[in-house]
Structure formats: structure tokens, C-alpha cells
Nanobody, 119 residues
Framework: QVQLVESGGGLVQAGESLRLSCAAS????????MGWYRQAPGKARELVAT???????NIADSVKGRFTISRDNAKNTVYLQMNSLKPEDTAVYYC?????????????WGQGTLVTVSS
């Protein structure tokens, strides 16, 4: 069984920074793309950023220049550095990963971590 465990959410003021982490654990052969999505109250889940196993990134326009995604392949961990946070960044942030196990490919989601940005 594979799971993603997120950490790093919290309450900050506008303009401050947070760093989210997400670690994959279980019987893992390899991890393909990893990414972060977010869902604000009353809104659909949206892509924030993704990163391939080779380090190629895709960043949403709404956070480009403020958020950076990175990963540590040795630790099967992905990070989201969030700078210059705005109240509109308030959401539950979910980690996502494509994981290869001994028998199958799985798309796995984390449980979510709440980020609240006050004005």
C-alpha cells in the first residue's frame, strides 16, 4: 500500500511564506510525476504545480513567480515553496503522485493540508 503524507500547512499573514512537504511511502519502485493541487471553499480543485521525475515543472499562472515546486527523488518527497502569499491562496492543498509498485501503477492523493492566508 502506498500513501502520501503532507505537512507544512498553517495560518499566515499576507506576504508571508510557507513550505509544504509531501512524502510517499510504501512498497514503491519509482515515483513518476508529483504535484500539488488546491481547493478553496466552494470552488473546484485546481492544479498548482507539477514536477516530473526529471525535474520538469509546470506552474499555474496564478502562482507563477511566487510558488516553486521541487522534489527529492531519493526521499520520494515533493515540496512547494510558497512566497508572497495572498488571501486568495487560502485553500486545502493536496499532494498527488504517480507511483509504480511491484504490480501496478497507482495515482495517489494525500489527505490535504490547510493553508489560510489572512489579510
Amino acid at each position: 500500500q502506498v500513501q502520501l503524507v503532507e505537512s507544512g500547512g498553517g495560518l499566515v499573514q499576507a506576504g508571508e511564506s510557507l513550505r509544504l512537504s509531501c512524502a510517499a511511502s510504501g512498497t514503491i519502485v519509482s515515483v513518476a510525476a508529483m504535484g500539488w493541487y488546491r481547493q478553496a471553499p466552494g470552488k473546484a480543485r485546481e492544479l498548482v504545480a507539477t514536477i516530473t521525475s526529471r525535474g520538469n515543472t509546470n506552474i499555474a499562472d496564478s502562482v507563477k513567480g511566487r510558488f516553486t515546486i521541487s522534489r527529492d527523488n531519493a526521499k520520494n518527497t515533493v515540496y512547494l515553496q510558497m512566497n508572497s502569499l495572498k488571501p486568495e491562496d487560502t485553500a486545502v492543498y493536496y499532494c498527488n503522485a504517480g507511483v509504480v509498485t511491484l504490480t501496478k501503477y497507482l495515482e495517489v492523493w494525500g489527505q490535504g493540508t490547510l493553508v489560510t492566508v489572512s489579510s
